[in-house]
């Protein structure tokens, strides 16, 4: 096997154990050249000699932490833990993939977003802003992940979720549970929580405010401490359940 790249001498400033990589052979895919100094790596086992795969800029991938295939860590992206990078995937900006998560496909993490716990990212998601991803859910196909970049506020998906299809997610919207959020569902606002058994698909947007609308022309108005009100009557039956039916009507 030809290498890619060795392991320079170069210490990273304030982390003595990891040390900049640098190409020894081009890498057109990414415009890599052989002797481009790359990021930082705790040994050979953190970026695989095969494939394009590339760590780049002031990047670092340590502990058992693993980029295979033709993935790239770029910027000032952190991965670490147990945590893998592959397939087409793209880690940059400030964002950090840890612990036991898994970004692949064509997957993108980027800005300040963190995937960690048991995550899995993949398909051409994208996971940006301040998104978080942990426990064991899984966000792909199309989806996305993110929040406005004139916000501090996090979006957050946990627990079982599956976010997935062409659905978005985004400010400070949560989503646990074993929830399901998908199609062209688009999820956004302060407080808003879609938890347990809710399954929310074919909706043009769900807002802080509260307002639900489907393509079907059902408009609902939630009120997370009152009650649920559908086309201006309220259904004898909880939020979850009644969202639930929405879904299927």
Request: glycine share 10%.
């Given at each position: ?6 392991i ?7 982390k003595?154990?990891?040390?900049r990589?640098?190409?020894v052979?081009?890498?057109?895919r990414?415009?890599?050249?052989a002797?481009d100094?790359?990021?930082y790596v705790?040994?050979t ?5 095969r494939?394009?795969?590339?760590i ?10 693993q ?7 770029l910027?000032?992206?952190?991965v ?5 990078v592959?397939?087409?995937?793209l ?9 036991r998560?898994?970004?692949y496909?064509?997957?993108q993490?980027f800005?300040?977003?963190k ?10 998601a994208?996971i ?14 199309n ?19 599956r ?9 400070d919207?949560q989503?646990?549970?074993n929830?399901?959020v998908?199609?062209h ?9 879609i938890?347990?058994?809710?399954r ?12 639900i ?9 939630f009120?997370i401490?009152k009650?649920l009100?559908v086309?201006?009557?309220s259904?004898?039956i ?8 929405l879904?299927?009507s």
């Open positions: 096997m030809t290498l890619k790249y060795e320079t001498d170069i210490q990273h400033p304030d003595p154990k990891l040390f990589i640098r190409a052979r081009d890498i057109p990414f415009k890599v050249k002797g100094l790359g990021g705790k040994n086992g953190n970026l695989s000699q494939g394009d795969c590339w780049g800029n002031d990047a670092q991938v340590l502990d058992n932490a980029v295979l295939d033709n993935a790239q860590v910027d000032n992206a952190r670490l833990g147990e945590a893998k592959f397939g087409n995937a880690v940059f900006g400030n964002a950090w993939v840890y612990e998560a898994q970004v496909d064509r997957a993490i800005d300040r977003a995937v960690y716990t048991n995550a899995k990212i993949y398909g051409n994208q940006k802003g301040q998104g978080r991803i942990y426990g064991e859910a899984q966000v792909f196909g989806a996305w992940v993110y929040n406005l970049a004139s916000v501090q506020w996090k979006a957050l998906i946990f627990g079982d979720a976010i997935f299809g062409n659905a978005i997610v985004f400010n919207a989503v646990s549970g929830a399901q998908y199609e569902a688009h999820l956004y606002g302060k407080g808003l929580i938890d347990k058994n809710m929310i698909s074919e909706v043009c947007h769900i807002t802080s405010l509260s307002q609308y489907y393509t079907d022309g059902i408009t609902a108005f009120d401490s009650e009100v086309n201006g009557s259904p004898d909880d939020h979850h359940k009644t969202l639930a039916r879904k299927l």
